[in-house]
């Protein structure tokens, strides 16, 4: 329809309703690439040899990473449950860790895991509609509790703050979100050091 010229803009679809693009590929996240990820390393060792299960898949639009650029893109977490933590994204903090990052739920249900460096740590529920702020310094982390539908977020960060999950993998969340009696609760993590 238009001429574009030295275009500075970008323009990228995905589906509201799958969070899916036509136009890029995902960067997806098996259960296998989550050792370590789950307290209950029998049974993801058993769910790992039983199918190894997509957890999650995410699209990184292509935005460049300068400081002055906002990067975006969606994240899809897929129901299941490894033992009774439900299926979750690794988490990170970001490099430039007082870099923020929003997330709009587009559909599902979950919740955002947040957690400073000195401990504090905080749950937002994610229905469709809403939006979490995560602010700086905080490590986060998506995961889904419905037993049927993923987990469809829209996200937005500065293009400069970079992904740390390596601090995630070595240390993990001091809490983790499990099934008891039907229902999310947060609980201790056994296996978290200092």
Not at 3 to 30: C, M, Q, W, Y
Not at 33 to 42: F, I, P, R, V
Not at 51 to 80: K, Q, R
Not at 164 to 179: A, M, N
């Amino acid at each position: 329809m238009f001429d574009v010229i030295n275009a500075k803009s970008t323009l990228v679809d995905f589906d509201l309703h799958t969070g899916l693009s036509k136009s890029r590929e995902t960067l997806r996240r098996p259960l296998s690439a989550m050792k370590g990820m789950y307290c209950d390393e029998q049974a993801f060792e058993a769910t790992v040899k039983a199918g190894d299960p997509l957890v999650y898949e995410f699209f990184d639009m292509g935005v460049p990473d300068s400081s002055g650029d906002v990067a975006y893109g969606t994240s899809i977490t897929y129901p299941g449950k490894v033992g009774d933590e439900y299926h979750m994204t690794k988490g990170h903090f970001h490099t430039v860790l007082d870099t923020a990052e929003v997330y709009y739920c587009l559909r599902g249900h979950g919740l955002m895991m947040m957690e400073s460096p000195e401990g504090e740590v905080e749950v937002q529920e994610l229905t469709p509609g809403k939006a979490v702020y995560v602010p700086g310094r905080y490590a986060h982390r998506s995961i889904n509790i419905s037993a049927k539908e993923p987990l469809i977020t829209f996200f937005a960060f500065p293009g400069h703050a970079g992904h740390d999950y390596g601090s995630i993998e070595t240390q993990g969340f001091r809490k983790l979100v499990v099934e008891r009696d039907g229902k999310p609760a947060l609980v201790d993590n056994p296996r978290w050091s200092k």
